[in-house]
């Protein structure tokens, strides 16, 4: 407490504020917590909640500040975290650590991997773990800070680079833009993400749903997307996109100019199987990658438009979806919180009945003495 203060943090901003509680596996959790912006980890037995094993630092894995977004999962028996990695924040970091693979983080103050990232959500699929989360935009830094919002990947397999390229870093890290938006002759967006879920089922297929807003700097309004697992795989095999000149556009490289294995790949499978490890691959691969994180085009969403948008001062900020309800199992149902305290509780159009307009059931105000 006295260290942090001593670094001019109020007294509520030196407590020591629980970030980071996941299974690290049957038999154990994981706790990191920010320990006035010294942040450490300790593991706990899930039955008796009694420590196990020394503490264990939590830089990297957990924020310095309690007001810094983080996200945290195990995977195959490592913690893939992302977080601020310094005092300052200014080291925004995707990291893997505490598994038998060797611990690799992204470039550090490289704008063109993370540009002032808010994590939102981690998900481990197939061969890869996701990351969810919305940035200051570097394709459209000629009209200011404007935020998108991202999903990145990174293998499981990834052993890192070799000595001369990503040497303890990430080779398999990419990055593509989510896109929220009402489609139309002049496309409204909703770039802003703010809250996601794991995959539920939606028309038979796996898919997400966040919720989205606008720019601080324009009409307030919210909406909520779905995205399907296949569609965001898909976008992973689009083009790169790059910037030739300072102030030029960012454009599309062409394939001609890609080297091969097509660089992202998890090495030892599919185009990259001839590499056993990432470490093997081709010096210009990494070089490549390490240049060309982002890919074009954008994901879009389910049906190529919100499920639902909301135009109010009051912003939705977090959701909840029940895809087996009803009496058949068979409805999904959408809860929705807002940042005025309101829960809404919404039917997304589609379902059995082949609605075409979500439907208010429910409006519920959470702050309600009566609640």
């Given at each position: 407490?006295?260290?942090?203060?001593?670094?001019?943090?109020?007294?509520?901003?030196?407590?020591?504020?629980?970030?980071?509680?996941?299974?690290?596996?049957?038999?154990?959790?994981?706790?990191?917590?920010?320990?006035?912006?010294s942040p450490v980890c300790r593991s706990y037995g899930i039955t008796s909640l009694k420590q196990e094993g020394?503490?264990?630092?939590?830089?990297?894995?957990?924020?310095?500040?309690?007001?810094?977004?983080?996200?945290?999962?195990?995977?195959?028996g490592s913690l893939y975290s992302a977080t601020a990695a310094d005092f300052q924040a200014s080291d925004a970091v995707v990291y893997r650590s505490l598994g038998p693979q060797p611990p690799l983080r992204s470039a550090k103050y490289d704008s063109k991997w993370l540009r002032?990232?808010?994590?939102?959500?981690?998900?481990?699929?197939?061969?890869?773990?996701?990351f969810f989360f919305r940035e200051v935009s570097v394709e459209d830094a000629r009209l200011g800070?404007?935020?998108?919002?991202?999903?990145?990947?990174?293998?499981?397999?990834?052993?890192?680079?070799?000595?001369?390229?990503?040497d303890r870093h990430w080779t398999?890290?990419?990055?593509?833009?989510?896109?929220?938006?009402?489609?139309?002759?002049?496309t409204f967006?909703?770039?802003?993400?703010?809250?996601?879920?794991?995959p539920v089922d939606l028309y038979g297929r796996p898919a997400l749903f966040g919720v989205f807003t606008t720019q601080t700097n324009s009409i307030p309004g919210s909406a909520v997307c779905a995205f399907y697992l296949d569609d965001i795989e898909r976008g992973f095999e689009g083009k790169f996109?790059?910037?030739?000149?300072?102030?030029?556009?960012?454009t599309p490289v062409s394939e001609d100019r890609v080297p091969s294995p097509r660089p992202g790949s998890c090495a030892g499978v599919g185009v990259a199987a001839l590499f056993p490890s990432s470490r093997d691959l081709p010096d210009d691969v990494l070089t490549f990658i390490k240049a060309h994180p982002l890919l074009d085009p954008a994901v879009p969403p389910a049906a190529h438009q919100p499920l639902l948008t909301l135009t109010s001062r009051a912003l939705l900020t977090q959701l909840a979806v029940d895809g087996r309800a009803g009496p058949y199992s068979n409805t999904t149902v959408l809860f929705l919180g807002?940042?005025?305290?309101?829960?809404?509780?919404?039917?997304?159009p589609g379902g059995p009945s082949g609605r075409r307009e979500p439907i208010l059931l429910e409006e519920i105000n959470a702050y309600s003495p009566s609640r």
């Open positions: 407490m006295e260290n942090c203060a001593v670094r001019g943090k109020l007294t509520d901003e030196c407590h020591n504020y629980i970030r980071v509680l996941v299974p690290w596996d049957s038999q154990t959790l994981l706790a990191c917590g920010t320990n006035s912006f020394e503490e264990l630092s939590g830089q990297a894995r957990c924020p310095f500040d309690a007001t810094q977004s983080n996200v945290a999962i195990f995977a195959e002032e990232p808010h994590f939102v959500h981690a998900l481990e699929h197939g061969d890869h773990v996701y800070r404007v935020q998108f919002s991202r999903v990145a990947r990174v293998c499981k397999r990834d052993m890192g680079g070799s000595p001369r390229a990503l398999s890290f990419l990055k593509l833009r989510l896109n929220c938006s009402v489609p139309g002759d002049s967006y909703f770039d802003v993400l703010q809250a996601l879920t794991g996109k790059e910037q030739r000149s300072l102030d030029g556009a960012w807002s940042n005025d305290g309101m829960v809404l509780k919404v039917l997304p």
